[in-house]
């Protein structure tokens, strides 16, 4: 049971560059989340999914785009690499809101210069 | 806006033996659950133990238990017996029950553990 994957675990962009990073989950699980960590501090929700086909913002969602075709997959889109969006990615999935026992990816280290 | 802190940014313990790590919140909601997350060099958070605000009695995880002050919105971790594999920075984290923003988890900057031999 691979739980969550994340792709790639590490990427350095320039500055203007695009990216996709994957993630997928095995679980059947409905709810998927982005988190990015920032040096120093705590998780801060980027996008999340209530389902395949629904999306909404989190907390800090500028520069990034998600989509929700299937139940497994929640990639992030970064379309214009910015300095300020490096960071440390997290995806996370869980099987239903209240039963908030969030399982992790491993993360993915993201450097843009 | 809720909001998360960890005032120790580092602690250290001995092999076997007791730490508490601090967390306190701030929040108007009644009805929220509190989180502990681990998360060890492999950078992979993993949940260590949740607490439902509306449940007195504090939550209990084998070596690992809370002590949760509602009214002082205070939310410690109690580190029992502690071992060279508790090493890791500690999250603690809120989300309230209701309200549009109900998926969202507000978590703190964190507390490093080193566990002494």
């Known amino acids: 049971n691979a739980g969550v994957t994340q792709t790639p675990k590490f990427r350095i962009l320039k500055i203007g560059q695009s990216m996709t990073l994957q993630c997928a989950q095995d679980?059947?699980?409905?709810?998927m989340y982005w988190y990015r960590q920032d040096p120093g501090m705590g998780l801060k929700l980027i996008y999340y999914?209530?389902?395949?086909?629904?999306?909404d913002k989190g907390e800090v969602p500028n520069g990034y785009n998600v989509s929700r075709s299937t139940t497994e997959d929640f990639p992030l889109r970064l379309e214009l690499a910015a300095p300020s969006q490096t960071s440390v990615y997290f995806c996370?999935?869980?099987?239903?809101?209240?039963?908030?026992?969030?399982?992790f990816g491993s993360g993915t280290q993201l450097s843009v210069l | 806006a809720q909001t998360v802190t960890q005032s120790q940014p580092e602690m250290s313990v001995q092999e076997a033996e007791t730490v508490t790590l601090s967390c306190t919140y701030d929040?108007?909601?009644?009805?929220?659950?509190l989180f502990w997350y681990k998360q060890p060099p492999s950078r992979q958070m993993i949940l260590v133990i949740r607490?439902?605000?509306?449940?007195?009695q504090n939550a209990t995880e084998n070596r690992f238990s809370v002590n949760f002050q509602k009214a002082a919105k205070s939310f410690s971790l109690k580190i029992s017996d502690s071992q060279l594999g508790d090493a890791a920075m500690y999250f603690c984290?809120?989300?309230?029950?209701?309200?549009?923003?109900?998926?969202?988890?507000?978590f703190g900057k964190g507390t490093l553990l080193t566990v002494n031999p």
């Open positions: 996370a999935s869980s099987y239903g809101q209240l039963n908030e026992k969030l399982f």
């Open positions: 679980m059947n699980h409905n709810y």
């Open positions: 999914s209530v389902g395949a086909g629904i999306t």
């Open positions: 929040t108007s909601e009644s009805d929220y659950y």
């Open positions: 607490q439902e605000a509306y449940k007195q």
């Open positions: 984290a809120y989300r309230p029950l209701s309200g549009g923003s109900n998926y969202k988890l507000t």
